[in-house]
């Protein structure tokens, strides 16, 4: 498998981890997306990507892209080390944790929005940091609230093994804290994160450790 992949980008990140906890073998097929124009906006990538966004993951024939869909083929097509529940319920609350960050919270603070919010609308830098700070924090306060509110909660997002709500999850605690977001109201998800970072799959899937990564 290839994943096409910038290192910072949390949605590659989301789906380095599932790779990783999963155990399957994956090159890393770096996309830079400020460098060269950005080159997930070159002719070769769009024919991979039309949305022209990081992950995309070859697998054979197939092509795939958005982060959370190539998770669940992942999870259905090597069902070793499933990332979803068992049971209906189980997985339906896993979903609405990973989306209340991939769907509510990301989006909104993605690249290409901080980006238009600068180029286009000319908002200063310190303003776009409030903006990003504050939708980072209305997500994570609301699945704080159902992290408590849900019995299933363990070690981890949903019981005691590491699944695709920690896998989203995880890549927005990195960008809350890279842009000085305070955390200290979202306890379970501090020592969430904190219980993944205790495991190879997740700190081999950071940034600072992928090929593409600036050296320090």
């Known amino acids: 498998m290839q994943l096409y992949s910038y290192f910072r980008s949390s949605a590659a990140y989301r789906v380095r981890i599932a790779l990783n906890l999963k155990g399957l073998d994956y090159q890393i097929k770096p996309v830079h997306l400020l460098a060269d124009g950005g080159q997930q906006h070159h002719a070769a990538y769009r024919k991979l990507n039309p949305a022209e966004l990081v992950p995309t993951l070859v697998d054979g024939d197939a092509t795939l892209t958005q982060s959370l869909a190539i998770i669940e083929y992942l999870d ?102 890279r842009l000085q977001c305070d955390l200290s109201s979202v306890p379970n998800i501090t020592r969430i994160d904190a219980a993944c970072q205790e495991l190879e799959a997740f700190w081999q899937a950071a940034p600072d450790n992928q090929p593409d990564a600036p050296a320090t």
């Open 76 to 177: 259905e097509t090597y069902p070793a080390t499933p990332l979803l529940p068992a049971d209906a319920l189980g997985r339906a609350h896993v979903r609405a944790l990973a989306q209340a960050i991939a769907c509510d919270t990301h989006p909104v603070n993605n690249l290409r929005v901080l980006r238009y919010l600068s180029r286009e609308l000319d908002v200063e830098q310190e303003q776009r940091d409030q903006w990003y700070r504050h939708w980072v924090n209305l997500g994570l306060q609301a699945v704080e609230h159902m992290l408590v509110d849900s019995a299933k909660t363990g070690r981890f997002c949903h019981g005691d093994q590491p699944g695709l709500a920690d896998a989203v999850l995880v890549p927005q605690v990195f960008n809350a804290r």
